[in-house]
């Protein structure tokens, strides 16, 4: 995805059935993915199951 600041990036998860559930999008600013995002990713996937 390309947005006004830049590329940003989403993590997902599936869910039952053939439902994919987005659980976090955010600004891409560097090549690794920051702990904090996948911290918050995983909370958030938590929540759908």
Excluded: H
Excluded at 18 to 25: G, S
Excluded at 26 to 45: D, S, W
């Amino acid at each position: 995805m390309i947005g006004r600041d830049g590329i940003s990036r989403a993590i997902y998860v599936t869910a039952a059935g053939r439902q994919v559930v987005v659980v976090r999008v955010f600004i891409k600013k560097t090549q690794k993915t920051p702990q904090r995002e996948l911290e918050i990713a995983r909370q958030g996937a938590k929540e759908v199951q």
